[in-house]
């Protein structure tokens, strides 16, 4: 099956440091890459969509400078979180998928925790 | 609106007992509908999708779901659970006329001894 993998896997940064914050497909083009961000015990919430070699496209509410989303290749897309704070700690999901028919296949997600 | 209603929060259960997660979604489109199965701390894992075609879908583990397009439903069952079952389940709805999808808030199964 279609592998997504996430790195890292955790991190702790300082407060008003940023972290990147890799999803890569390891074996099938993600032509569309999603990120999401979920809060314990709760579900996940869209953050961004992002397709290979266009600019991402942000939930509303969600802050484009502050999560910058770059979707290079078909097989990589990064986030970064500019200038980190604590309410910003969060378990960040990402999933690429082929084409809208296609199942989302899913990162093991990034443990962020910012101090 | 387009949205998606996981009706229990949670659902325990004993093990070998039969159980059903209920998912229901409100559109004026087509949909896709998957359910996702998480562990702590993982990402999430596809059991079973609806694009087209049989209504009722088997995926892996033992789950199976069916569609049911008058009562805008998609419910997850499984005969008999077992204790490895314990885990978040999410129901998903990709809208046709969007590329992105919709998540339940999540069912909390829980399978005792």
């Known amino acids: 099956g279609a592998v997504v993998s996430q790195h890292p896997s955790w991190v702790i940064c300082k407060s008003g440091t940023s972290v990147k914050i890799e999803c890569r497909s390891l074996?099938?083009?993600?032509?569309?890459m999603f990120w999401y961000r979920q809060f314990p015990k709760q579900s996940l919430m869209l953050m961004a969509t992002?397709?290979?070699?266009?600019?991402?496209?942000?939930e509303q509410g969600v802050e484009k400078d502050k999560f910058l989303i770059n979707h290079a290749s078909l097989t990589l897309s990064t986030l970064t979180v500019t200038s980190a704070h604590p309410e910003d700690s969060s378990f960040y999901i990402c999933?690429?998928?082929?084409?809208?028919?296609?199942?989302?296949?899913f990162g093991p997600g990034t443990r962020l925790l910012v101090l | 609106a387009q949205s998606v209603t996981q009706l229990d929060s949670q659902v325990p259960v004993f093990e070998e007992a039969p159980v059903e997660l209920r998912c229901n979604y409100s559109?004026?489109?087509?949909?896709?509908l998957f359910w996702y199965v998480q562990y702590p701390n993982q990402g999430l894992q596809l059991l079973l999708k609806?694009?087209?075609?049989?209504?009722l879908v088997k995926g892996i583990n033992g789950f199976e779901a069916e569609f049911n397009k008058s009562q805008t439903s998609f419910h997850l069952r499984k005969p008999s659970v077992h204790i490895s079952d314990t885990a978040e389940y999410f129901c998903?709805?990709?809208?046709?006329?969007?590329?992105?999808?919709?998540f339940g808030d999540g069912t909390t199964l829980t399978v005792k001894p």
């Open positions: 999933s690429g998928r082929t084409d809208a028919r296609e199942t989302q296949y």
């Open positions: 074996d099938f083009q993600a032509t569309t």
């Open positions: 992002s397709n290979e070699g266009s600019k991402a496209t942000y």
């Open positions: 559109s004026s489109v087509s949909v896709y």
């Open positions: 609806y694009l087209s075609g049989s209504t």
């Open positions: 998903a709805v990709s809208f046709t006329n969007a590329g992105k999808s919709t």
